[in-house]
């Protein structure tokens, strides 16, 4: 089982399904393989006895839960959370059970911060994820746990949640392949309608194209609970993936204002993949600024996400009887500021989503694709968005006076948006317009770390994405190469 780690998920079950190996050995081969790696990364942070799993297209292959919104029933999901570590879940998620209706070998469930309000994998309760291509970086967030165990070798593939960049940002810091689909081709439930008002979906991360093509396979479809019908494909996603795109027509743009300067190496990568791109046949021109107002976009994400995590702490209070200090200060800030936000202002924020999708739509009558880099710089260092010791001084003032409303008008605000936001400022324009993107790990550091690409597509262009990213994957493979922790 040496070569374990050489295979996709779609090439181990074919190993299955031949009799050239049992799912007994793969499942010894990952746990050995975890084992091996997860000291050093802190990628799985809950090992679980295998739940019984149908003779599916993936039959036998082992795979990992994302730790947030994907439950297992009977198992705690601790949505990276000290208040919900302990608390079993009492029914198993959709995307969960079509996953075990796959014949996928659930054996463990990845890190995540907490409520994955990051794009960082740092929680209090579990400690950091690290990155497989240097232990010193993030490997995003977040599903910084599921992007680093695949990236190590773990599996092949594993869950992810995307509500603001979650797949992408972790799939271009460990140099994976990362899509976010169409709002609404992926249902949720049955606890809950849709994840973050419609702005979140599941999927997965992995290192090849035609695993993430299989896998929407396994996922897209509603179920009698999802709150609207989305077209399914028209032809299956695996499908897609081998197929060529034809002649696109690419806008390239770098641009940011909530970051007006992104890294030299994001810079390059995007500007490498339009070479390439170029070379491929298609048509690529450059965009001095985004076609859409990035700022205003970023403050409707912010305050849809702080008011969110206010529900989120809310309900895991009423699921486990934890008291405020059972949660982290950031989060305990960001949902003071979610509680202290208008209904009116709210409101104002979802409706604008609407001005948004217009603007990206009006964009997509004459442009195929946007491409821009995924983050603005490469991974940063663990515990660089650490809050300094006097800024958690001011907050914890601040929330023991109970004076939510004073935290709009002090700094704590703009870091809490450059944190979230600086290193990841492009990845939220997908997910508010529910429109599909995906990152792919073309370009690496000169210090050997990974920066991917993103491009968005128009709604339910899918198909599209995979059919480009099958192509990139030729011209520039990327499964062979792997992070020196491996």
């Keep these: ?3 374990y780690p050489d295979h996709d998920a779609v090439g181990l ?27 050093r990364l802190n990628a799985v942070v809950r090992e679980v006895d295998p739940p019984a799993a149908a003779d599916g297209p993936f039959a036998g292959v082992p795979f990992l839960l994302k730790d947030l919104n994907q439950d297992l029933a009977g198992t705690p999901t601790s949505a990276g959370s000290r208040s919900m570590a302990t608390v079993p879940a009492t029914e198993t ?18 890190n995540t911060p907490e409520f994955g309000a990051k794009g960082v994998t740092e929680p209090d309760v579990f400690g950091p994820t690290r990155n497989p291509w240097s232990t010193g970086h993030t490997p995003g967030g977040s599903s910084g746990g599921a992007a680093a165990a ?8 594993a869950a992810a949640s995307d509500g603001g960049g979650s797949i992408r940002i972790p799939a271009s810091a460990c140099g994976l392949f990362g899509l976010k689909p169409s709002r609404g081709l992926i249902p949720a439930g049955p606890a809950r309608a849709e994840g973050l008002g419609g702005t979140a979906t599941d999927g997965v991360i992995s290192r090849s194209v035609r695993d ?7 996922l897209t479809g509603p179920t009698p609970l999802s709150p609207y019908l989305a077209a399914g494909p028209r032809t299956p996603f695996a499908d897609e993936a081998g197929r060529e795109p034809g002649r ?5 743009c770098t641009a940011s204002a909530i970051n007006p300067a992104p890294h030299p190496e994001a810079v390059a990568a995007a500007r490498a993949a339009g070479d390439l791109l170029a070379e491929l046949g298609h048509e690529v021109v450059e965009l001095p600024t985004q076609p859409f107002d990035d700022a205003v976009l970023a403050k409707d994400f912010l305050t849809s996400w702080f008011v969110s995590c206010a529900y989120s702490m809310a309900e895991c209070q009423a699921a486990s009887g934890a008291g405020d200090t059972a949660f982290e200060l950031d989060t305990r800030t960001m949902a003071a500021l979610g509680r202290a936000t208008s209904p009116v202002d709210l409101m104002r924020a979802v409706e604008r989503r609407h001005e948004h999708t217009r603007r990206l739509a009006g964009f997509h009558e004459s442009h195929d694709l946007l491409l821009t880099p995924t983050t603005a710089t490469p991974p940063p260092k663990i515990g660089a ?6 800024v958690r001084a ?16 002090t700094p704590i605000v703009d870091r809490l948006i450059s944190e979230n936001l600086s290193w990841v400022p492009y990845t939220q324009l997908a997910n508010l317009t529910g429109r599909p993107a995906m990152s792919v790990p073309l370009h690496w550091t000169p210090d050997g770390l990974p920066i991917g690409v993103q491009f968005v597509g128009r709604l339910g262009a899918d198909d599209t994405l995979l059919r480009l990213a099958g192509q990139l994957e030729r011209a520039r493979p990327w499964a062979n190469r792997r992070p020196p922790l491996t």
């Design 93 to 110: 998620s959709t995307v969960v059970q079509r996953w075990l209706d796959a014949g996928l070998v659930v054996f463990g469930k990845t």
């Design 248 to 252: 696109l027509r690419i806008a390239l």
């Design 13 to 39: 079950a074919a190993l299955v399904r031949t009799g050239q190996v049992t799912p007994a050995e793969l499942l010894e081969a990952a746990r050995a393989r975890l084992a091996r790696v997860n000291p």
């Design 394 to 409: 001011a907050q914890r003032a601040l929330l023991t006076a109970k004076a939510a409303g004073l935290l709009r008008h």
């Design 1 to 3: 089982m040496e070569d």
């Design 212 to 218: 993430t093509a299989a896998m929407l396979d396994v």
């Design 385 to 390: 968005f650490t809050t300094p010791a006097p």
């Design 150 to 157: 695949v990236a190590a070798g773990v599996v092949p593939c």
